[in-house]
């Protein structure tokens, strides 16, 4: 594996569209280019059908040119919104691909993993692309009174959920707090506090001394949130298990894509040093 990309990239090319089209898929600016290109087809019809009198009420010869010029923009957008679903389609693709790689490689320092067992998971971003559906999947509803997907609301109980993860593992039940925030993250995905959760859960298995399961569980916690507000410091402690589980190439490769994709994270400033100790190139 030249180098490790992770999803970063294809989270920030899924994201861009959908922005850009108020959360519209590709598949709905599509129908509504076609939308418009019927209309247009029905007023030249009306116009050419109404006759001289029509035309000149129109604006002459010029109304035909207009309609044509608008034709040629529409068919224009139409292709480009192709080339943009076929540019993402390939993006996943290749994104999922490598975050798989790297998946069989962890595997394979896993105890009791068993690498044939390690399948093709959810391409990145969510589900398979269809026919230009592009949105990210919005999270799954916890039954909770208080949603906590995207408001920054806490659904019930989800503080004291992570405190009481957050106890456990201040008391040196590394295990238990490595369950605790598994539990967490399954409960409440989408959560405020799920990116924290995840992380840490890294972090307990680490202390656990069960490093190829913190390298898994920073993996597992980067692919689910490749711009969340941990992804730099999952990336970063990814890195840094690789280098200790003697996978030098992909731990210097992946901790060269720290600051590449996050400048400006505390992140980024503690990977010179990481790479020194590993003596990255």
Known sequence: MRRVMLGAAVALALAAPAHAADKQTLADIRAELAQL????????????????????????????????????????????????????????????????????????????????????????????????????PSAPSTGASSASSGGGDLAMNE????????????????????????????????????DDAMYLRGDALHQAGDVPGAARAWLDAFSAAPEGKRAADNLLELGKSLGELGQKNEACATLAEVPARFPSSQAAGQVSSAQASLGCQ
């Open 37 to 136: 290109s019927d209309q247009l087809q029905g007023l030249r019809s009306e116009l050419v059908a109404s006759g001289a009198k029509g035309m000149q009420a129109a604006g002459g010869a010029s109304a035909l040119q207009r309609m044509d010029t608008m034709e040629a923009e529409l068919s224009t957008l139409t292709s480009r919104t192709e080339e943009l679903q076929n540019r993402i389609d390939r993006v996943v693709k290749d994104g999922t691909n490598r975050v798989g790689d790297l998946e069989f490689r962890v595997c394979e320092l896993e105890e009791g993993c068993d690498p044939s067992s390690v399948g093709q998971g959810a391409p990145l971003g969510g589900a398979a692309p269809t026919a230009g559906s592009v949105t990210a």
């Open 159 to 194: 503080k004291s959920d992570f405190d009481r993860a957050k106890e456990v593992l201040g008391q040196g039940d590394f295990r238990g707090a490595a369950d605790l925030f598994a539990t967490f993250a399954e409960t409440y995905p989408g959560g405020p506090l799920t």
